[in-house]
């Protein structure tokens, strides 16, 4: 069974932290994303991940940073995280398009709150 | 860049069949993807068309016309355990990177 995990489910930390969210994927997939999810607004792509080492912004990468060392783990890194922030967040992985494959997996999310 | 739009929210009763339209500006796509969120959950896969018509999965059904811009996804027998929030997507063909855009999504919300 495909698996997508995040390390932490629900998270509290204080206005200037350094969080880390990290996302590990099983299928050996070349994509790796990272969404935040907000009401009324949808899923919107932080950063993405084509390859090992190789990073691309989003639409919204502001307060953002992301790691890819290795192929099956994908790191959002907030350097100071803000109320702004909170948020439940999203890793996901697909295959590339030349191996066939449409799919995007999901993790079960990361629910974020900055006080 | 790709936008999709969908309508926000729409409402059923048990039993009845109801369409999710999607329409999208994109200059170039592999194919159209519907995904399925229950409240606290994570979005999973439904369907997908890479091909104009229609393609069927049971209660579900998706179609894709890219003469129109035009896609929906389609539920029939609505059960109350449909009720989720539903999002079309689109896998970008130019961008080298092939990154997904999703819609905001539609709230189906089914009552007795």
């Known amino acids: 069974d495909v698996k997508v995990t995040q390390s932490s489910r629900y998270l509290v930390k204080r206005t200037g932290e350094k969080v880390f969210l990290e996302c590990v994927q099983d299928m050996d997939h070349e994509n790796m994303f990272w969404y935040r999810q907000d009401p009324g607004l949808g899923l919107r792509l932080i950063y993405f991940s084509y390859d090992v080492k190789m990073k691309e912004k989003g639409d919204i990468p502001e307060g953002y940073s992301v790691s890819r060392e290795k192929k099956e783990r994908f790191s959002l890194i907030l350097e100071s995280a803000s109320t702004n922030q909170t948020s439940m967040y999203l890793c996901?992985?697909?295959?590339?398009?030349?191996?066939?494959?449409?799919?995007?997996?999901f993790g079960e999310g990361s629910w974020l709150t900055v006080v | 860049g790709q936008s999709l739009e969908q309508p926000s929210e729409v409402t059923a009763v048990e039993g009845a069949i109801v369409q999710i339209n999607c329409t999208y500006q994109?200059?170039?796509?592999?194919?159209l993807s519907w995904y399925q969120q229950h409240d606290g959950g994570a979005p999973t896969f439904l369907s997908y068309n890479a091909l104009d018509g229609l393609e069927e999965t049971g209660r579900f059904s998706s179609f894709l016309s890219r003469s129109d811009s035009y896609g929906y996804l389609l539920l029939q027998e609505l059960q109350m355990k449909d009720s989720a929030s539903y999002f079309c997507?689109?896998?970008?063909?130019?961008?080298?990177?092939?990154?997904?855009?999703f819609g905001k999504g539609t709230m189906l919300l089914v009552s007795p």
């Open positions: 996901a992985s697909i295959t590339s398009p030349g191996q066939g494959g449409n799919t995007i997996y």
């Open positions: 997507a689109v896998r970008d063909k130019n961008s080298g990177y092939s990154t997904l855009t």
């Open positions: 994109t200059s170039g796509f592999y194919g």
